[in-house]
């Protein structure tokens, strides 16, 4: 922790969700000496990859992406080198969050099975309670010279030892969150000049939470923060399939939702319905075909079905983060169009799904310099190909019995007999029932842009609301990203770096909408981010934690090619900058010399 932020100490930071985004924001806010609460709802941390029930990850199931882009910049994964590179499964990406909250405290700091009622703002400018929850460090609070307002002094955390001189007239914000503290760790200069709208003093939260206790007994709990966190997620509500009322009343098995899918011991020997064409849906469509009768897939739209590892000038690499992670092919494709973009990874992607457009079980058809979709599934394609998954590219319509009824673009009624269990992947919306409609309209929550149901500043922050932060609330963040909006958001409620203003994060959110207002199916981006790797980057420049390129390149010119050409790594944002780590290097070049190998995992 540094020192020098000794008055944020009192500060409260309530974080709403322990997941991976909730778990690194919690850790991020304890660092900066501010106190922590995580709330959980469930009763066990790590979001989608808990080992609970409330966990949506099933039994062995693997990462896309490889160990180096699933973990946070400061925490080693605990596996030998002759495993690397790997592919997390949920049993071991549950293991490094548990291990990751015990060793930073997090877990100390947790609430689980509570559940948020409501979280609403109040501005102590309309209210006379002249020390209600007031942090202030000053030490002589005798000469405060207070006009026109009883509660000037609210959260005023100016570690002053002179006080003689405090004057706030007619106002609160002579000295919001103006801490002046000179972070002399990594040289990080970052003065707070007085207009950090989003780290407002006079704006607190009221959250109404409720514990569920051993005997399911409920107690409500009403607690004032001076930050909130959001961390929920993308998937925490289910969709139904759009004749879900007639599967309720006709269906004679049972409809499973992609959330509650843990292991194929249920579906052994039976003919089993996967409704859905992405990622959830080809993945266990494959992880069950093994041990059913048969898997009918009803995939109405085909997209590149990629293995995690692909053969590359002789290296088995992985084949996200060599495509979206390496610096060189990024920032070079930021040159080119759209078309010439999206020509570009038709080709890669092709490359990587052996040949998709060719293969008649799967063949990919799209024109080429439109916006490709893409998953990853190293068995989907052979277990086509063994017959052991069928696909059904038709709408379903109606059912019954176990008879399914679906039908063509044409009116042509396609049928399938005997199907015992229909396991539903249409996704997850967001879901954010504790605000009420006065913030969910400052935030744009707009569940009918499900790629982006709400607006933001770097996905981050809202220009219309102080005093809080949204990680991880777009499609789709890994662990680097959440913990590189995490510090953003956090070092600048704690003064340590300073907010764009108001104006420049409204120009961003333009930009944002745009991405927004491509919600044709299919036509839309997949993920949010054109870039996740330009978004870490562009955040981590602004808490100067982004070395210099130029300069690295030449005082270190090994490092250098590493982080430009070939290895994307989040301990690369604890070189320099706040709270940055000695040993960052050496851990960077040790995954390097373990990254491209030629053996498969």
């Given at each position: 922790?540094i ?20 778990i ?5 806010a304890?660092e ?19 080992i ?5 990850a ?34 071991e ?6 291990d ?6 997090v877990l ?40 026109s307002n009883?509660?000037?002094?609210n ?6 030892n ?14 919001n ?15 707070n000049n007085n ?27 009403e ?8 961390c ?15 599967l ?22 039976k ?103 893409h998953i ?25 019995g ?11 009624i ?28 400052k ?6 842009t499900?790629h ?34 995490a ?64 300069k ?23 070189i ?10 050496n ?15």
């Amino acid at each position: 922790m540094i020192d020098n932020f000794e008055n944020k100490k009192k500060k409260k930071v309530a974080v709403i969700g322990a997941g991976p985004s909730g778990i690194v924001s919690a850790k991020t806010a304890i660092e900066c000496g501010f106190e922590v609460v995580l709330f959980e709802k469930n009763d066990n941390i790590g979001g989608v990859w808990s080992i609970g029930e409330s966990g949506k990850a099933w039994e062995n199931m693997k990462t896309h992406i490889s160990y180096v882009s699933m973990s946070y910049s400061d925490f080693e994964w605990d596996v030998s080198n002759e495993r690397k590179p790997f592919h997390p499964t949920k049993e071991e990406m549950f293991k490094y969050l548990v291990d990751y909250s015990k060793h930073f405290k997090v877990l100390e700091n947790t609430r689980l099975n509570t559940a948020i009622i409501s979280i609403s703002q109040i501005n102590n400018n309309n209210n006379n309670n002249n020390n209600n929850n007031n942090n202030n460090n000053n030490n002589n609070n005798n000469n405060n010279n207070n006009n026109s307002n009883n509660n000037n002094n609210n959260n005023n955390n100016n570690n002053n030892n002179n006080n003689n001189n405090n004057n706030n007239n007619n106002n609160n914000n002579n000295n919001n969150n103006n801490n002046n503290n000179n972070n002399n760790n990594n040289n990080n200069n970052n003065n707070n000049n007085n207009n950090n709208n989003h780290s407002n003093n006079n704006n607190q939260w009221l959250i109404i939470s409720k514990k569920i206790n051993e005997k399911g007994e409920c107690e409500a709990v009403e607690e004032i923060y001076d930050f909130v966190i959001i961390c929920t997620g993308m998937y925490n509500k289910k969709r139904d399939i759009d004749i879900n009322d007639k599967l309720k009343k006709k269906f004679n098995g049972k409809v499973w939702s992609s959330g509650e899918f843990k292991n194929p011991e249920p579906f052994i020997e039976k003919n089993v319905l996967v409704v859905g064409g992405f990622s959830s849906a080809i993945e266990i469509a494959s992880a069950i075909a093994e041990k059913t009768k048969m898997v009918y897939l009803n995939c109405r739209n085909k997209i590149y079905v990629l293995k995690r590892r692909f053969p590359l000038d002789g290296d088995n690499v992985p084949a996200a983060d060599y495509c979206f992670q390496k610096r060189s092919r990024v920032y070079e494709g930021e040159k080119k169009s759209k078309e010439e973009t999206n020509k570009m990874n038709d080709r890669f992607f092709n490359l990587a799904s052996e040949n998709q457009r060719e293969n008649s079980l799967f063949k990919y058809n799209k024109p080429e310099n439109e916006t490709h979709y893409h998953i990853f599934s190293d068995n989907f394609l052979k277990m086509l190909q063994q017959e052991k998954i069928k696909l059904i590219e038709n709408s379903l319509i109606d059912c019954n019995g176990n008879e399914m009824i679906f039908k063509d673009s044409n009116g042509n009624i396609e049928t399938i007999d005997n199907v015992d269990e229909i396991i539903n992947c249409v996704g997850y919306d967001v879901d954010l029932p504790f605000f009420d409609d006065e913030i969910k309209t400052k935030i744009s929550l707009d569940l009918k842009t499900p790629h982006l149901p709400i607006v933001l500043y770097k996905h981050t922050l809202s220009p219309n609301l102080d005093n809080i932060a949204f990680i991880g609330m777009y499609r789709t963040p890994g662990l680097p990203e959440m913990e590189i909006q995490a510090r953003f958001a956090i070092y600048g409620f704690a003064g340590i770096t300073q907010f764009p203003t108001k104006e420049t994060m409204l120009e961003d959110i333009k930009i944002i909408e745009k991405v927004r207002d491509l919600n044709e199916k299919h036509n839309r981006p997949q993920f949010v981010l054109e870039s996740s790797l330009h978004f870490c980057d562009d955040l981590a420049k602004q808490i100067g934690a982004l070395p210099d390129f130029n300069k690295l390149k030449e005082n270190d010119p090994q490092l250098y090619n590493i982080i430009w050409n070939n290895l994307f790594h989040p301990s690369f944002y604890r070189i320099i900058g706040p709270f940055s780590n000695s040993n960052s290097r050496n851990i960077l070049l040790n995954d390097y010399n373990n990254y491209f190998i030629k053996k498969n995992n």
